[in-house]
């Protein structure tokens, strides 16, 4: 009976969703089982010692005798968020150090202040390709300083900048290592740029970080270009280098850094080192001699996009990749992976003189306008923190849009501790904005699980008369008794046997009258459980509730209590798997699940033909749905795992995608021509799947079987062109012959039409005479002869 009624107990706290069961044998056990619980330690209380405070004192008890340990949030640190002005620093997070004394479980909640300080430092670097090609651009960023200076003198006039070239190591394959390569590797360049050509080098950082613009000018006016032999150069190098070096180049370290590297070219990655016989890999280390020269270059290996993107987050370096377009598509691949980096264009000279001051700004403005307030994990304390200015885009998450310099948001910090700490020690927790951990709020938090009359050796009674004559000692109202003594009242001796159990056996139809349910000790005819255990008769078992995250009771959401889940208020369901809040369901709109779905256990579930987080998109609204990259990735992939044999040469990574289910089938049944899609393969080969929605999910729906094109028959071709070019030279030539024809027909007219045309000269000109005379004998016609 007892069993049933502890049972239905468990089950009414578990549907009204509270966490009021105390219980606990001791002081400590009690006011650690729930925020709400005091301990009675007034002497000759006969009633139940743990309650709530209320219930105590409805019960008798006195006030002053009630342990119920207070919470406390205490600023020990609190300056007003200020603007960066002459020697004072500006200060960004409101308050600057916080302590918390809490009861376990019991939820704390304090205002953080952000505020994006105006005049916060900035430290820029440039990072420029120092091969020929790059000559002009290099160039306009001389030109450019000062417009540069006075743009982000806008913005913050505390800034600075520096300046770093780089190649290639300076070995082959890489470089030409050949004594006049080295001398000159330009020496194949025009003859003006011969002269300018400095001998190879992989990176070399030039300018220190200084708010001088001449010095600034000046030192990259006069860089001269250098060389190398492969089309990728050492870029990656250079970037760790520029990041890793710290203290050689001059970052601040309480400063917003950004780095400008500038390239028309790609990149060697971790493993192209071995094409030279570099074997070993990258320390990720800071390795410039005393002329600012990377000197590891021959020893260490290029890093890898993993160290890359390791060390640029460890020193909170903001990249902007400025690439020419043909180099645009890797780049863009390796912002991806690379922490806060972008990409953007390298226009030619003569139309990008205010691309470069037009990027840095536009960078700018996007750290800023972003904030994300992160904190350090400590084991045992859970911590949500929630924007709440209406400036904020989303409320309820730890990320602030849309904010500019000089406005204030605000953010709730809860703090929710789940496990004891030895009296007197603390946890520290560090808050802080992402990418500027060097800005923080400390925050301690002191658990308090033991009572003070615990702790106050004034306030126990030793050998007291109560603890069955002086058996025992009276702490916190109740007797701990000596060695070898047991029971409330240390009544039981150690040393006795055959003491009666009768009281630690469960009697009823359906209890198994198994001494203590087999899961603890009887002493004195007192059922002492294991733990996991507890009841009367040990009949509860508090490990037998449903998980989740892996943790019983979904760890700080909620308690087990006799096979059932006691939840915190926020949270319900089974295995207090569920939010009761439906914030995370909320749309950048506001809106609940985008009016398209229904919010449970905090995850939208959407209406048919609606999928998302928050089902925003609208799967078969549009002929565009197969322009959705996402679903044109996992239809493919899903084909890769069917065919792994098949040469894929695209950069496509099935590991990172999130799909959602995925079918292959032999043909697409009911195809009317709707969701109906296809991509071409990198072997020419066309893949077709449908995009449907059935049950608040997607579904994609790809064929087995590609459509490949009809291979093409070579010889017919080549016989063909080969006939066409003879039959064309046939016809040029033919066509060659009867024009010349006509145009010889034509002169040959026209010289015969002017030859006539001479001989008037002959017959009427009367001062010719003709070349022969004849003399004519008058005699001879009458004479004989």
Same mark, same amino acid.
């Given at each position: 009976?007892?069993?049933?009624?502890?049972?239905?107990?468990?089950?009414?706290?578990?549907?009204?969703?509270?966490?009021?069961? /105390?219980?606990?044998?001791?002081?400590?056990?009690?006011?650690?089982?729930?925020?709400?619980?005091?301990?009675?330690?007034?002497?000759?209380?006969?009633?139940?010692?743990?309650?709530?405070?209320?219930?105590?004192?409805?019960?008798?008890?006195?006030?002053?005798?009630?342990?119920?340990?207070?919470?406390?949030?205490?600023?020990?640190?609190?300056?007003?968020?200020?603007?960066?002005?002459?020697?004072?620093?500006?200060?960004?997070?409101?308050?600057?150090?916080?302590?918390?004394?809490?009861?376990?479980?019991?939820?704390?909640?304090?205002?953080?202040?952000?505020?994006?300080?105006?005049?916060?430092?900035?430290?820029?670097?440039?990072?420029?390709?120092?091969?020929?090609?790059?000559?002009?651009?290099?160039?306009?960023?001389?030109?450019?300083?000062?417009?540069?200076?006075?743009?982000?003198?806008?913005?913050?006039?505390?800034?600075?900048?520096?300046?770093?070239?780089?190649?290639?190591?300076?070995?082959?394959?890489?470089?030409?290592?050949?004594?006049?390569?080295?001398?000159?590797?330009?020496?194949?360049?025009?003859?003006?740029?011969?002269?300018?050509?400095?001998?190879?080098?992989?990176?070399?950082?030039?300018?220190?970080?200084?708010?001088?613009?001449?010095?600034?000018?000046?030192?990259?006016?006069?860089?001269?270009?250098?060389?190398?032999?492969?089309?990728?150069?050492?870029?990656?190098?250079?970037?760790?280098?520029?990041?890793?070096?710290?203290?050689?180049?001059?970052?601040?370290?309480?400063?917003?850094?950004?780095?400008?590297?500038?390239?028309?070219?790609?990149?060697?990655?971790?493993?192209?080192?071995?094409?030279?016989?570099?074997?070993?890999?990258?320390?990720?280390?800071?390795?410039?001699?005393?002329?600012?020269?990377?000197?590891?270059?021959?020893?260490?290996?290029?890093?890898?996009?993993?160290?890359?993107?390791?060390?640029?987050?460890?020193?909170?370096?903001?990249?902007?990749?400025?690439?020419?377009?043909?180099?645009?598509?890797?780049?863009?691949?390796?912002?991806?992976?690379?922490?806060?980096?972008?990409?953007?264009?390298?226009?030619?000279?003569?139309?990008?003189?205010?691309?470069?001051?037009?990027?840095?700004?536009?960078?700018?403005?996007?750290?800023?306008?972003?904030?994300?307030?992160?904190?350090?994990?400590?084991?045992?304390?859970?911590?949500?923190?929630?924007?709440?200015?209406?400036?904020?885009?989303?409320?309820?998450?730890?990320?602030?849009?849309?904010?500019?310099?000089?406005?204030?948001?605000?953010?709730?910090?809860?703090?929710?501790?789940?496990?004891? !700490?030895?009296?007197?020690?603390?946890?520290?927790?560090?808050?802080?904005?992402?990418?500027?951990?060097?800005?923080?709020?400390?925050?301690?938090?002191?658990?308090?699980?033991?009572?003070?009359?615990?702790?106050?050796?004034?306030?126990?009674?030793?050998?007291?008369?109560?603890?069955?004559?002086?058996?025992? !000692?009276?702490?916190?109202?109740?007797?701990?008794?000596?060695?070898?003594?047991?029971?409330?009242?240390?009544?039981?001796?150690?040393?006795?046997?055959?003491?009666?159990?009768?009281? /630690?056996?469960?009697?009823?139809?359906?209890?198994?009258?198994?001494?203590?349910?087999?899961?603890?000790?009887?002493?004195?005819?007192?059922?002492?459980?294991?733990?996991?255990?507890?009841?009367?008769?040990?009949?509860?078992?508090?490990?037998?509730?449903?998980?989740?995250?892996?943790?019983?009771?979904?760890?700080?959401?909620?308690?087990?209590?006799?096979?059932?889940?006691?939840?915190?208020?926020?949270?319900?369901?089974?295995?207090?798997?569920?939010?009761?809040?439906?914030?995370?369901?909320?749309?950048?709109?506001?809106?609940?699940?985008?009016?398209?779905?229904?919010?449970?256990?905090?995850?939208?579930?959407?209406?048919?033909?609606?999928?998302?987080?928050?089902?925003?998109?609208?799967?078969? /609204?549009?002929?565009?749905?197969?322009?959705?990259?996402?679903?044109?990735?996992?239809?493919?992939?899903?084909?890769?795992?069917?065919?792994?044999?098949?040469?894929?040469?695209?950069?496509?990574?099935?590991?990172?995608?999130?799909?959602?289910?995925?079918?292959?089938?032999?043909?697409?049944?009911?195809?009317?021509?709707?969701?109906?899609?296809?991509?071409?393969?990198?072997?020419?080969?066309?893949?077709?799947?449908?995009?449907?929605?059935?049950?608040?999910?997607?579904?994609?729906?790809?064929?087995?079987?590609?459509?490949?094109?009809?291979?093409?028959?070579?010889?017919?071709?080549?016989?063909?062109?080969?006939?066409?070019?003879?039959?064309?030279?046939?016809?040029?030539?033919?066509?060659?012959?009867?024009?010349?024809?006509?145009?010889?027909?034509?002169?040959?007219?026209?010289?015969?039409?002017?030859?006539?045309?001479?001989?008037?000269?002959?017959?009427?000109?009367?001062?010719?005479?003709?070349?022969?005379?004849?003399?004519?004998?008058?005699?001879?016609?009458?004479?004989?002869?």
């Amino acid at each position: 009976m007892a069993k049933r009624l502890f049972g239905l107990i468990a089950l009414v706290l578990f549907l009204t969703g509270k966490s009021s069961a /105390c219980s606990g044998s001791t002081c400590r056990e009690c006011i650690s089982s729930d925020s709400s619980c005091s301990w009675c330690a007034q002497k000759n209380f006969t009633a139940q010692r743990c309650q709530t405070f209320s219930s105590l004192l409805q019960a008798g008890c006195d006030s002053s005798a009630i342990q119920s340990p207070a919470s406390t949030t205490t600023k020990k640190q609190d300056e007003n968020v200020r603007d960066s002005s002459g020697n004072n620093k500006p200060v960004q997070i409101q308050p600057q150090k916080v302590h918390i004394s809490t009861r376990l479980r019991k939820k704390e909640t304090f205002t953080m202040t952000f505020r994006a300080a105006d005049n916060y430092p900035v430290d820029l670097y440039f990072l420029f390709d120092n091969s020929m090609s790059m000559k002009k651009h290099i160039k306009s960023l001389a030109n450019l300083a000062n417009d540069i200076g006075r743009s982000i003198g806008d913005i913050s006039s505390n800034y600075m900048m520096a300046y770093g070239t780089f190649q290639d190591k300076v070995i082959l394959p890489f470089t030409d290592t050949s004594p006049r390569r080295v001398r000159n590797p330009c020496m194949l360049a025009r003859a003006a740029d011969k002269k300018d050509c400095l001998p190879p080098y992989e990176y070399k950082h030039e300018l220190d970080m200084t708010n001088n613009i001449n010095s600034f000018e000046k030192i990259v006016n006069t860089t001269k270009q250098t060389g190398n032999i492969d089309l990728p150069e050492g870029s990656l190098d250079a970037i760790l280098q520029a990041v890793a070096c710290t203290d050689e180049i001059g970052w601040r370290p309480a400063s917003r850094k950004m780095l400008i590297y500038a390239s028309n070219d790609r990149f060697h990655v971790a493993g192209d080192g071995k094409l030279a016989g570099i074997l070993f890999p990258n320390d990720m280390k800071c390795h410039l001699n005393s002329h600012g020269k990377y000197d590891k270059e021959l020893e260490q290996d290029y890093p890898s996009i993993g160290q890359l993107t390791e060390i640029v987050s460890r020193q909170e370096v903001h990249i902007i990749f400025t690439v020419t377009e043909n180099q645009r598509s890797l780049y863009n691949e390796l912002s991806l992976r690379v922490p806060h980096s972008t990409v953007e264009l390298l226009a030619d000279e003569g139309s990008g003189n205010k691309d470069i001051r037009e990027i840095i700004e536009k960078k700018y403005k996007e750290m800023i306008s972003e904030v994300e307030i992160l904190h350090t994990e400590v084991e045992g304390v859970d911590i949500k923190i929630k924007a709440k200015s209406s400036s904020c885009e989303r409320k309820n998450t730890n990320i602030c849009k849309g904010i500019q310099i000089g406005q204030s948001v605000d953010f709730d910090v809860e703090v929710f501790a789940t496990s004891c !700490t030895a009296p007197g020690s603390i946890r520290t927790i560090e808050i802080y904005p992402g990418s500027l951990s060097n800005e923080k709020m400390t925050l301690t938090i002191q658990t308090n699980c033991e009572c003070e009359c615990a702790l106050d050796e004034a306030t126990w009674e030793k050998n007291s008369d109560i603890c069955n004559g002086g058996n025992g !000692t009276l702490k916190c109202g109740q007797c701990e008794c000596n060695a070898g003594r047991f029971g409330q009242t240390c009544q039981c001796d150690a040393t006795e046997t055959g003491a009666d159990t009768s009281g /630690c056996i469960e009697k009823g139809s359906n209890s198994t009258e198994t001494e203590c349910s087999g899961a603890g000790t009887c002493v004195c005819g007192i059922c002492q459980c294991d733990e996991g255990f507890s009841g009367t008769y040990c009949e509860c078992n508090d490990k037998s509730c449903g998980t989740f995250n892996r943790e019983l009771c979904g760890g700080f959401r909620g308690r087990c209590r006799c096979g059932q889940c006691v939840c915190e208020p926020e949270y319900s369901g089974p295995s207090c798997d569920c939010l009761t809040s439906n914030a995370t369901c909320l749309s950048q709109e506001g809106k609940l699940c985008s009016d398209h779905g229904t919010c449970k256990c905090g995850n939208c579930e959407c209406d048919d033909g609606y999928a998302g987080d928050y089902c925003e998109n609208c799967v078969l /609204c549009s002929d565009s749905v197969c322009d959705i990259p996402d679903y044109r990735d996992c239809a493919e992939c899903l084909h890769r795992e069917e065919d792994p044999n098949r040469d894929y040469k695209d950069l496509l990574d099935c590991s990172s995608l999130t799909c959602p289910e995925r079918q292959l089938v032999e043909q697409l049944e009911d195809n009317d021509g709707s969701g109906v899609c296809s991509v071409k393969l990198s072997d020419g080969c066309f893949l077709t799947f449908r995009i449907t929605s059935s049950d608040s999910k997607v579904i994609i729906e790809v064929v087995k079987k590609t459509q490949c094109p009809e291979p093409l028959n070579v010889i017919p071709v080549v016989v063909g062109v080969v006939i066409g070019v003879v039959l064309l030279g046939l016809l040029i030539l033919l066509l060659w012959k009867v024009i010349t024809y006509f145009v010889d027909k034509r002169e040959y007219s026209k010289f015969q039409e002017d030859i006539a045309k001479g001989k008037w000269a002959q017959n009427d000109n009367p001062m010719y005479k003709g070349a022969t005379t004849t003399y004519r004998n008058p005699m001879l016609e009458t004479n004989d002869i």
